[in-house]
């Protein structure tokens, strides 16, 4: 059907670049981002300047291999740093069943279970950095919600944002704990109003 397809429409760059890889003719391939809905930007009308330190790191999404969480999780017990991981969308056992080495390590989990869009655009409004290392998405609704609440997005290319490095935050190398790591001491040495900005 995509081949013979006269016009392709797709929800992200990354998706575009994958079929073109895959032989697709990039001329007919037209890209459109989610963004965020009407309802989710009235959720929080009002920047909020008062959010958790910027050592309490926050992630929302499916606890699974495909969002890069191994990778997460060495990145952050490899620091050496008191880091909190504030976790939305997972639950206990399924952090324990696929990142072990999360336990009783120097990485501070905050379980906030299953959230309702409301209830995710409070919790994003109240974090200064929100952490999203996926290996593969069409395009990651969950950023345009991070950064329509003042987010600073520390992601990888594969999530399919429209996060530029160095601008709306880092970028890393998808499947890298290390690139991670490096991208977390990064964010984590700058000031609040750089970060901010």
Not at 147 to 168: D, H, P, R
Request: aromatic fraction near 8%; glycine fraction near 6%; proline fraction near 2%.
């Amino acid at each position: 059907d995509i081949h013979n397809a006269q016009n392709i429409l797709v929800n992200s760059d990354f998706v575009k670049k994958t079929l073109i890889h895959y032989g697709i003719n990039g001329s007919k391939i037209k890209v459109i981002y989610w963004g965020c809905d009407e309802k989710f930007l009235s959720f929080n009308p009002d920047f909020c300047i008062d959010r958790q330190p910027k050592e309490n790191l926050f992630y929302a999404g499916n606890w699974c291999e495909r969002k890069g969480v191994k990778f997460l999780a060495k990145a952050l017990i490899e620091l050496k740093k008191e880091i909190n991981l504030t976790i939305a969308g997972a639950t206990k056992e399924d952090i324990y069943k696929i990142t072990p080495n999360l336990k009783n390590s120097n990485v501070s989990i905050n379980l906030i279970g299953y959230l309702n869009r409301r209830e995710l655009s409070q919790v994003l409004c109240s974090h200064k950095i929100f952490v999203f290392p996926s290996l593969a998405e069409g395009s990651a609704r969950v950023i345009f919600e991070a950064m329509a609440n003042g987010c600073c997005i520390l992601t990888t290319q594969n999530s399919g944002s429209i996060v530029k490095n160095k601008q709306n935050g880092l970028i890393f190398k998808a499947g890298s704990s290390n690139d991670l790591k490096n991208s977390i001491r990064e964010i984590l040495s700058k000031t609040d109003k750089e970060i901010e900005n």
